[in-house]
């Protein structure tokens, strides 16, 4: 009985006409069972699997691609901004350039003019001084030929005087 039970927890058949009632172990091989469908689940799990991570994949790729078109931007942003400001301060730096070259014509214009007025001055001084030597010149000539007519002059009367004086003493 024991045999038998063993015999059925071992899956095995016990054959009691062979060897005088001697119970003999026969094995029964059992048919398996195909278990296709279950590979079939399991394919598919495969498949559910390498799609979720090609999703996922794709995902990621469409973030990095996402961030790089961001960063791109950001860079662009940042090449435009540093440009307008570089425009801003070549304009500035042109601007206060214009400035400065404007103040310095206006300033040598002044100096020109401040030139010719000192030159102009000069020469008025150049010719009133002429004028005044020439004019002195010419005084001191009238001065003198004035001073040498009344001695001259002296000099008759003086002569006619004595000559005067003579003839009364005679």
């Known amino acids: 009985m024991r045999q038998q039970h063993r015999a059925q927890r071992e899956d095995c058949s016990l054959d009691k ?3 005088g009632g001697k119970m003999i172990r026969i094995i029964v091989k059992k048919k398996k069972k195909k278990k296709k469908k279950k590979k079939k689940k399991k394919k598919k799990k495969k498949k559910k699997k390498k799609e979720k991570k090609k999703k996922e994949e794709k995902k990621k790729k469409k973030r990095r691609k996402k961030k790089r ?13 540093e440009k307008k400001k570089k425009k801003k301060r070549r304009k ?7 400035k400065r070259e404007k103040e310095e014509k206006k300033k040598k214009k002044k ?3 401040k030139k010719k007025k000192k030159k102009k001055e000069e020469k ?7 004028r005044k030597k020439k004019r002195n010149k010419k005084r001191k000539r009238r001065k003198k ?6 001695k001259r002059k002296r000099r008759k009367r003086k002569r006619k005087r004595r000559k005067r004086k003579r003839r009364k003493s005679l």
């Open 69 to 81: 078109k961001k960063k791109r931007k950001r860079k662009k942003e940042k090449k435009k901004k």
């Open 92 to 98: 500035k730096k042109w601007k206060k350039k214009r």
């Open 124 to 130: 008025k001084k150049k010719k009133k001084k002429r």
């Open 111 to 113: 100096r020109r003019k």
């Open 17 to 19: 006409n062979k060897s």
């Open 145 to 150: 030929k004035r001073r040498k007519r009344r």
